[in-house]
């Protein structure tokens, strides 16, 4: 059941944290509910999950007018540039930023509704043919080149690891993610914080906390299997 997913996975974050030395608030849990009907998140809010993550922009947007409103929507799926403008003043963090154009449609839909929306670097650290995200050496010329936006806040950096059986084997995929927002740090860019890891999915979520990662997003282990069919 779902209650009994949830305390699995948030025990297993709080244990991931005291391995790491951590404290378990240094940690946030994004509910990814993409492909979950409506009342599969309203019993999710009841047990008390506020942040939900979606990957398409029409999903995202109706079941944010079918929840309640203190919900934080996440989206992390590729964000097609003439869709943008549905989800503007929706989403309290868009994860999946990875081109200039798609940087630049953001800064001017944020304008049009006078507000500044935080985005995260989409980061392809395992460079896999099949992922979007930049390359690790594109990051730091890419987020020199949107810092001046004054729309858009850079707040971090996020990586899909590739699926692999053994947990252990996306650590190093962690680790240089961690390293890249250090060397960023370091740069002391203007407006720039990348304080924000999304990294960890339902297989690999308490080695990515080990490593650092701020924002876990978990499907499968806290709704069971997506059915792509319905
Ligand atoms: C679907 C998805 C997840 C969650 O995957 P699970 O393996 O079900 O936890 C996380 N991040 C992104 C970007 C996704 O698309």
Request: with cysteine; net charge negative; proline share 3%.
């Amino acid at each position: 059941m779902l209650k009994d997913r949830l305390e699995e996975v948030e025990h297993r974050i709080e244990e991931a944290c005291r391995r790491a030395g951590r404290k378990r608030e240094e940690v946030t849990l994004i509910a990814v509910s993409k492909t979950k009907p409506v009342e599969t998140l309203k019993e999710a809010y009841d047990l008390g999950i506020r942040v939900f993550g979606e990957n398409k922009v029409q999903e995202l947007t109706e079941k944010y007018e079918a929840l309640p409103k203190d919900i934080h929507w996440h989206m992390i799926g590729h964000l097609q540039t003439n869709k943008v403008k549905y989800i503007i003043d929706k989403v309290d963090l868009i994860h999946s930023v990875d081109s200039i154009k798609l940087a630049e449609t953001i800064e001017k839909e944020a304008a049009k509704h006078d507000r500044k929306v935080d985005i995260l670097v989409e980061v392809n650290v395992a460079q896999e043919e099949s992922k979007f995200g930049l390359k690790v050496e594109e990051v730091i010329p890419f987020i020199e080149q949107i810092a001046g936006f004054p729309h858009i806040n850079v707040r971090g950096l996020m990586t899909i690891a590739p699926f692999v059986e053994n947990p252990e084997k996306n650590r190093s995929v962690f680790a240089d993610l961690r390293k890249l927002s250090v060397d960023i740090m370091e740069k002391n860019i203007d407006n720039v914080n990348v304080s924000i890891l999304s990294m960890g999915m339902t297989n690999d979520y308490e080695v990515a906390i080990e490593e650092g990662a701020t924002m876990v997003r978990v499907g499968t282990g806290i709704f069971g299997a997506r059915n792509y069919n319905i």
